[in-house]
């Protein structure tokens, strides 16, 4: 579920909630939580310059903890996890008025690293489980792999299908379509 602010997820539960209900759950069924992707294009670097990027990262992530909690509470039997944020779309890369962004591509790939690193470690505290592309979409200086983009702001499924499956069971331990 997705695509709201991580920081807006507790404000926004109940639309979840509502969402969720309209639904009927088998046992083994699972709900991913896809929130961080717009907190990290362009909350993060903003928050940060007011205090740090630490700082930004826990109040975000201690909100995003605070709604993820108070929707699994409401569907006892079903697991819950989240999708850590992908990174960046590669500078140069024209985007139009409805995404914009703060920061250079280095930058926001830092802040969505360590929301990533925050979340992983939040989801395990809480019993939430975690998978990420992250790692997998940068490079050693964290500057976002251009061949992997579809087009000017979307990760291309063709291309990281595979880096799916390999994270699906490196944090989950199983495959992705059974």
Avoid at 17 to 42: H, N, W, Y
Avoid at 54 to 79: N, Q
Wanted: proline fraction near 4%; charge should be neutral.
């Amino acid at each position: 579920m997705g695509p709201w602010y991580c920081y807006n997820m507790l404000k926004n539960s109940s639309k979840y909630i509502e969402a969720l209900k309209t639904l009927t759950f088998q046992p083994g069924d699972e709900v991913m939580f896809c929130q961080g992707e717009v907190d990290s294009r362009i909350q993060l670097v903003k928050r940060a310059a007011m205090t740090n990027l630490d700082d930004a990262v826990k109040t975000v992530v201690d909100r995003y903890m605070l709604g993820c909690e108070a929707i699994r509470k409401e569907f006892p039997g079903v697991s819950f996890g989240c999708y850590g944020p992908v990174a960046s779309a590669p500078d140069g890369v024209k985007t139009n008025n409805w995404f914009d962004t703060n920061g250079t591509t280095v930058e926001r790939n830092k802040g969505t690293m360590a929301l990533n690193v925050k979340i992983e470690e939040e989801c395990k505290k809480h019993g939430f489980w975690f998978v990420t592309l992250f790692y997998d979409l940068v490079d050693q200086n964290l500057m976002s792999k251009k061949e992997l983009w579809h087009d000017q702001i979307h990760i291309s499924i063709q291309k990281t299908y595979d880096l799916l499956e390999k994270a699906w069971l490196k944090y989950r331990g199983k495959p992705l379509v059974p």
